[in-house]
């Protein structure tokens, strides 16, 4: 079973940086995308930047220029970078991978993490 455990939320002041890490562990061959969710009370979870194994990367509209997305193949790990942080970050982050654990498997699998809360309030 692979396991995606995330890292590194907490509580910031707006204007704040906070830097995410999920690293993937367990049975595993390949990893291709790996992605940031986020879910805010009451609202549906939203993507949030992705970030492929050969280093491509989206960013959702309310997170372009402030957000970065970075991944350490080697350790099947991706961070988040998050900046001048506004109080509309709050949310739980979730982490996101599609994997394969056998060079056979014809289908990548997809995984969560648990989430981790980022807060951002004076």
């Known amino acids: 079973q692979v396991q995606l455990v995330e890292s590194g939320g907490g509580l910031v002041q707006p204007g704040g940086s906070l830097r995410l890490s999920c690293a993937a562990s367990?049975?595993?061959?390949?990893?291709?995308?790996m992605g940031w969710y986020r879910q805010a009370p009451g609202k549906q979870r939203e993507l949030v930047s992705t970030?492929?194994?050969?280093?491509?990367?989206t960013y959702a509209d309310p997170v372009k220029g402030r957000f970065t997305i970075s991944r350490d193949n080697a350790k099947n790990t991706v961070y988040l970078q998050m900046n001048s942080l506004k109080p509309e970050d709050t949310a739980v982050y979730y982490c996101?991978?599609?994997?394969?654990?056998?060079?056979?498997?014809?289908?990548?699998?997809?995984?969560w993490g648990q989430g981790t809360q980022v807060t951002v309030s004076s």
């Open positions: 970030i492929s194994s050969g280093g491509s990367t």
């Open positions: 367990g049975r595993i061959f390949a990893v291709n995308v």
């Open positions: 996101n991978a599609d994997y394969k654990v056998t060079a056979l498997q014809r289908t990548w699998v997809s995984n």
